[in-house]
Structure formats: C-alpha cells, structure tokens
T-cell receptor, first 116, second 115 residues
C-alpha cells in the first residue's frame, strides 16, 4: 500500500508556482521521499528526491518538514507542459536482505492542471 | 541506449493467446522492474530483478504471468492465456543500485489490448 497521501487534483496558472503537498506520517528514518510525474500516455519521469534536507534541481524544489511527516514539491514557474499526474513516494535508502527496495508504491498521485 | 526501450509499443491479441513483452534497460543498470497500469489507475508493481539475486515476484497477479532477465540485461514479460482483464499498459523501469540513491528511468510502455 502507498504510504503517502496526496490531494487528487490541483490547478495552477501558467507562470505561477505550483506547490504540491504530500503527507507521509509513517515514514521511517531510512526512507527517502521521491517525486515522479506522469504525463499522459508516457512512462513516469523522475523529478527529485530527498531524505531530510531541502533539495533543488533544474526541475523542482523539494521541501521536507523537520519531522519528515510531510513534504511539498515546488515547480517555481509552471508551464502548460507541467500538466501531469505527480506521485509522491517513500522508499528505503539502502538495499539489503529482505529489502523491499524494488517496490515503489505509486498511489493515485495528484493531477496537476496548468491553465493559460 | 540512452533510455529504457520497450517493444512492441502496442499489442492487440485475442483472448487465450500468449504474449511476450520486451524491455531493454539502460546499459549498466543493475535493477529492472515491471509495472502495469490499467486505464485510469495507478501503477501496480509486478516483478523486480536485481543483479544475480532471485527476483521479487510478489506482485505477479497469477501464474499466467512470468518474467525472465537474461544476462543481466534484457527482460521478457510473458503472459499466457491472456484474459481481457490483462489489458493495460505494461511499464518497465531500470535503475542503478550502487552508492547513493538513483531514481528509476521508465520506458514508454507496451499497451496491451486483449480482445
């Protein structure tokens, strides 16, 4: 089962920041937070991941609360091409005996619609 | 190649026939995953290969489903005696599990339609 909770849908005006929330209140100490997105008819695309510090890359920023029970993905200047389903996932950091590293649970995600 | 390649991109088959779906992972990626996505649904984990370890088959929905990964590279997902409920997009992903934490790279999927 997915260990995350996300709103089913969100809207954002083009050029504005899109802030997508995710709750992961049962996250374990060795679990990272990953974000993927899936544009219609394509395979999911990796966006960003983090453990406890905020992270930024060319696509987005990830803000993780101090207690790590929630996070926010920020698309600073949303474009029409950012319309997609965004998935927040938690997974273990290391692989070992009995690890479930391979089991990414995608849940239902958030449908982000960017409008002109 | 530069990305994960899946073939065929589309497959229409008659109920009861067997099908084989192919995945070419990114060169050097040690882990390979199969997921499927039914229309309007999320991704369902099927199977996971990591190096020479025994695969994690816990997500396979029935014994009609099987998968192999030859030489630690190409993988084939086989569905025997296909049923209409097998219709879905089958997605393959690969990743490198070494130092650090790497994301998955997904292919574009094979859209399977059982008629």
């Amino acid at each position: 089962d997915a260990k995350t909770t996300q709103p089913p849908s969100m809207d954002c005006a083009e050029g504005r920041a899109a802030n997508l929330p995710c709750n992961h209140s049962t996250i374990s100490g060795n679990e990272y937070v990953y974000w993927y997105r899936q544009i219609h008819s394509q395979g999911p695309q990796y966006i960003i991941h983090g453990l406890k510090n905020n992270e930024t890359n060319e696509m987005a920023s990830l803000i993780i609360t101090e207690d790590r029970k929630s996070s926010t993905l920020i698309l600073p200047h949303a474009t029409l091409r950012d319309t997609a389903v965004y998935y927040c996932i938690v997974r273990v950091a290391t692989e070992g005996r009995g690890s479930t590293l391979g089991r990414l649970y995608f849940g239902r995600g958030t449908q982000l619609t960017v409008w002109p | 190649g530069a990305g994960v390649s899946q073939s065929p991109s589309n497959k229409v088959t008659e109920k009861g026939k067997d099908v084989e779906l192919r995945c070419d992972p990114i060169s050097g990626h040690t882990a390979l995953y199969w997921y499927r996505q039914s229309l309007g649904q999320g991704l369902e984990f099927l199977i996971y290969f990591q190096g020479n370890s025994a695969p994690d088959k816990s997500g396979l929905p029935s014994d009609r489903f099987s998968a192999e990964r030859t030489g630690g590279s190409v993988s084939t997902l086989t569905i025997q005696r296909t049923q209409q409920e097998d219709s879905a997009v089958y997605l393959c992903a690969s990743s490198y599990h070494g130092q650090g934490n790497y994301g998955y790279t997904f292919g574009s999927g094979t859209r399977l339609t059982v008629v």
